[in-house]
Antibody
Framework: EVQLVESGGGLVQPGGSLRLSCAAS????????MSWVRQAPGKGLEWVSS??????????????YYADSVEGRFTISRDDSQNTVFLQMNSLRAEDTALYYC?????????????WGQGTLVTVSS | EIVLTQSPGTLSLSPGERATLSCRAS???????LAWYQQKPGQAPRLLIH???IRATGLPDRFRGSGSGTDFTLTISRLEPEDFGVYFC???????????FGQGTKVDIK
């Protein structure tokens, strides 16, 4: 059974940093692209970032993509030995407040996202 | 960036009725890379449809995705009580690799 469990959320002041983690199990983690999607309270879904797995490698190696709203502030990474994907969030703003979901890509593609975790809440406030 | 606009914002229907949800893109979605997700309160989204019309594994055939280019539709032929929730479309065909969601359509019980 595929499981994705996010952690690392919490309350942080504007300008601060936070590192989210997503522990995966039930599938060959290294093969799959992984993504982060967020949802502000009472709002819709916003794609944040995606990172390739071995099945989506290009000639340039692992590839990362970011939404314009987080480009330059957030960094996605993975540790295949720990079956974990991370989201390092720096220079946080009030508008980054949201529930952050980790999600798995379908085989051989970044999207769509066929399994999701339950999310970890990030609150940016002074 | 491709902007997706979903309509209507809310659909109030009774069990057994047909639901038709629209997702319109600001520019053509490459290779019909359009997905639909369902989200119920307090739950993570669930993938329903990808490639505009391909049902996810185990999805009942009362769900049907259609469309191409800039206009896409999710049809639920006969609503079941468990179908009520919010539905989001997402495009993943952008050459700029920024993948956007629509704002959602809420399907609630009339």
């Amino acid at each position: 059974e595929v499981q994705l469990v996010e952690s690392g959320g919490g309350l942080v002041q504007p300008g601060g940093s936070l590192r989210l983690s997503c522990a995966a199990s039930g599938f060959t983690f290294s093969s799959y692209a992984m993504s982060w999607v967020r949802q502000a309270p009472g709002k819709g879904l916003e794609w944040v970032s995606s990172l390739s797995g071995t099945s989506t490698l290009t000639g340039r190696g692992f590839t990362t993509y970011y939404a314009d709203s987080v480009e330059g502030r957030f960094t996605i990474s993975r540790d295949d030995s720990q079956n974990t994907v991370f989201l390092q969030m720096n220079s946080l703003r009030a508008e980054d407040t949201a529930l952050y979901y980790c999600a798995k890509g379908v085989p051989t593609a970044f999207l769509p996202l066929d399994y999701w975790g339950q999310g970890t809440l990030v609150t940016v406030s002074s | 960036e491709i902007v997706l606009t979903q309509s209507p914002g809310t659909l109030s229907l009774s069990p057994g009725e047909r639901a038709t949800l629209s997702c319109r893109a600001s520019q053509s979605v490459s290779s019909n890379y359009l997905a639909w997700y369902q989200q119920k309160p307090g739950q993570a989204p669930r993938l329903l449809i990808h490639g505009a019309s391909i049902r996810a594994t185990g999805l009942p055939d009362r769900f049907r995705g259609s469309g191409s280019g800039t206009d896409f539709t999710l049809t639920i032929s006969r609503l079941e009580p468990e179908d009520f929730g919010v539905y989001f479309c997402q495009q993943y065909g952008s050459s700029h690799k920024t993948w956007t969601f629509g704002q959602g359509t809420k399907v609630d019980i009339k």
